[in-house]
Structures are given as C-alpha cells and as structure tokens.
T-cell receptor, first 111, second 117 residues
Framework: DTEVTQTPKHLVMGMTNKKSLKCEQHMGHRAMYWYKQKAKKPPELMFVYSYEKLSINESVPSRFSPECPNSSLLNLHLHALQPEDSALYLC??????????FGEGSWLTVV | AQTVTQSQPEMSVQEAETVTLSCTYDTSESNYYLFWYKQPPSRQMILVIRQEAYKQQNATENRFSVNFQKAAKSFSLKISDSQLGDTAMYFCAFMLPDGGATNKLIFGTGTLLAVQP
C-alpha cells in the first residue's frame, strides 16, 4: 500500500485567513515532504521532515509554517497568503529506498 | 549541480502504438536514482518506474520500460500499447541518495503526452 492522504482536496481562503493542509501516511516512512506546483510546471520542494525534524526549508516565506506532530502526520499552516500562492500543494513521503510517493494534492486558491 | 532536461514539451501517439519520451541529465556522481512520474489531469503524481544507476539492466513495469544509457546520461521512457489512460504529463526526475531518509528530487520540465483514439 503506497498511500499518502491529503485533506482538504480543495481550499479557498482569503488573504487574512488562517488555514491548514493535512497529510497522513501509514507506510512507516521516516521522511515527509511538502511541494508546491503551479500549472504546467514541475513540483518545487518546500520542506522536508526527517524523523519528525525539519531538515530542509527551501527558503519558503514564513506565511507557510510546517508542522510534523508525529511520524505519520504532516501539516502545513497557512496565514496571510497572497494570490500568487494559489497552487497545487503536494505532500509526499519516502522510505530508505529513496522512492518518493505523492498524495493527490490539495488545490489552494487565495482570493 | 544536477540538471534534468526533457526536450519534448508535447507529444501525441495513437492508441495501441508505442511512444518514447526522452530525458537527459547531468551529474558528476556515479551513484544516483532516476524516476519517471506520471501526472494525469487528476493531478496526482504517480510513480511509473525507477532505475538505480548501478544496475545495468533496464527497469520495466508492464507496458513501461526505460532505456538507461549511463555514459550518455540518457534515460528515455518507452510506453508500449498506449492506452487512453496514459494521457498525462510525464516528469523525469533525478535523485542523489544522501544515506538517510531525506532525498531531493530534481525534476525535468515535463512532457505532455496525449493518446489519441
């Protein structure tokens, strides 16, 4: 079973709102990732958690705040976003064999 | 720095025919992984196939196979007996294993494949 579950599938939020994207995996993977993807572009890495610790932050603005409550869960807290932050946000996880598995994504629209 | 190049922005193939998508990469490392991911209109990124650089044998998964040419730094994907469900954006990706559980994928720009009935 190679399933990464993301909620919500779609989110519309105003620029003053606070919302969160959630991701869950039960494959025992020790690394979890957030990617941002704009239309017709490849995904861009935002954050990596390894063994529940933030290991990579690709210079992401502070209005995006990741959280890893445990080894199965990954959240992305959103606050004061801009319209240009509208995109597909993909969560992913990987095991030591290096293969990265993606969730279905959360479509975010900032109005 | 590693780079991945997909020189075919769009391709089209008739149903039941064979199509090959090209990918080249640049690295000075000898140990790495290569992947093809498929992203249909539903937007989920689906792993198609994986190749370890130390393996000479080309990976295959059912109708999908790769032609891995390490010296030429080429990693093409062949799709046999194309089906309408193969319509998707295909991304080639490169990864350097870091010995731990965090690995960065470097993606190409993608090839949009349309399978025509």
């Amino acid at each position: 079973d190679t399933e990464v579950t993301q909620t919500p599938k779609h989110l519309v939020m105003g620029m003053t709102n606070k919302k969160s994207l959630k991701c869950e995996q039960h494959m025992g993977h020790r690394a979890m990732y957030w990617y941002k993807q704009k239309a017709k572009k490849p995904p861009e890495l935002m954050f990596v958690y390894s063994y529940e610790k933030l290991s990579i932050n690709e210079s992401v603005p502070s209005r995006f705040s990741p959280e890893c409550p445990n080894s199965s869960l990954l959240n992305l807290h959103l606050h004061a976003l801009q319209p240009e932050d509208s995109a597909l946000y993909l969560c992913a996880s990987s095991h030591e064999d290096s293969t990265i598995y993606f969730g279905e994504g959360s479509w975010l629209t900032v109005v | 720095a590693q780079t991945v190049t997909q020189s075919q922005p769009e391709m089209s193939v008739q149903e039941a025919e064979t199509v090959t998508l090209s990918c080249t990469y640049d690295t000075s490392e000898s140990n790495y992984y290569l992947f093809w991911y498929k992203q249909p209109p539903s937007r989920q990124m689906i792993l198609v196939i994986r190749q370890e650089a130390y393996k000479q044998q080309n990976a295959t998964e059912n109708r999908f196979s790769v032609n891995f040419q390490k010296a030429a730094k080429s990693f093409s994907l062949k799709i046999s007996d194309s089906q309408l469900g193969d319509t998707a954006m295909y991304f080639c990706a490169f990864m350097l294993p870091d010995g731990g559980a965090t690995n960065k994928l470097i993606f190409g720009t993608g090839t949009l494949l349309a399978v025509q009935p």
